[in-house]
């Protein structure tokens, strides 16, 4: 198995742990008051990792059905025209969709703090209403993190590609979404491990960490755009 695509595949999934669902949400359920219940936090992670499992390998299945003619149109000069302007678009997006200045990011909190409650306020009040419930209420929360989330998964959606174009078989496309599953919510697990042995002791240090996702929340997807953009240019030109 290429060493590469393991490799691409690996860092695809850590980008995609510090995702809302994936990392701030479990902190959030890890910094309620009280004892630590480990319980739920794992319940929401397995939930998380069993939904996007369960979404990639359907995706992943229906990729592998168009990418023959997906490939042949793409080849021709049109088509090479069409994915130069998909890889710009990305690549504008990437550039715009967040500010990358310190004064732009102000100014963005600024303008976002006036308006009403965005969805980081609304889903830590989810998290603090469904973290007393039962175990549906936490597995529904997963679920629907997910879904919301299912537009933005950009990491997953290129992981998903390289494995269409890859050329394994169904198992062993199933095995490394499994795996890319695993390694997206490992960081969210290593996290729970310290915070049950030193239970409050590390409390102000996830509060910290769960400050700078917050506010640092789109400026992955942006990466995520850019580079992706930049990969679909330079594919979009043929080396001979």
């Not at 965005?118 to 529904?140: C, I, K, P, S, Y």
């Not at 998903?160 to 198992?171: E, N, P, R």
């Not at 917050?214 to 001979?240: I, K």
């Amino acid at each position: 198995m290429d060493v590469a695509l393991l490799l691409s595949l690996a860092g695809l999934a850590l980008v995609d742990s510090t995702s809302i669902g994936t990392l701030v949400l479990p902190l959030w359920l890890m910094l309620a008051p009280g004892r630590v219940r480990a319980g739920r936090v794992l319940l929401f992670l397995g939930s998380v990792a069993g939904a996007y499992l369960l979404l990639g390998v359907a995706l992943a299945l229906g990729a592998a059905q168009l990418l023959d003619p997906v490939s042949a149109a793409l080849e021709s000069t049109a088509g090479r025209v069409a994915q130069l302007a998909v890889g710009v678009v990305l690549v504008v997006l990437g550039l715009t969709v967040e500010p990358w200045t310190t004064a732009g990011k102000e100014r963005r909190r600024a303008a976002r703090a006036a308006r009403r409650p965005g969805r980081l306020v609304r889903w830590r009040e989810r998290v603090r209403g469904d973290a007393d419930g039962g175990g549906g209420a936490v597995v529904g929360l997963a679920v629907v993190a997910v879904g919301v989330e299912a537009s933005s998964m950009l990491p997953y959606l290129a992981a998903i590609a390289l494995l269409a174009t890859s050329g394994l078989g169904t198992a062993s496309t199933v095995a490394l979404l499994a795996g890319y599953c695993l390694v997206m919510v490992l960081p969210a697990l290593v996290l729970l491990a310290l915070r049950a042995a030193l239970h409050d002791r590390l409390t102000p240090a996830l509060a910290r960490l769960e400050s700078r996702l917050s506010r640092a929340s789109g400026e992955a997807v942006a990466w995520v755009l850019f580079l992706l953009g930049l990969y679909v240019v330079v594919d979009a030109f043929p080396l001979t």
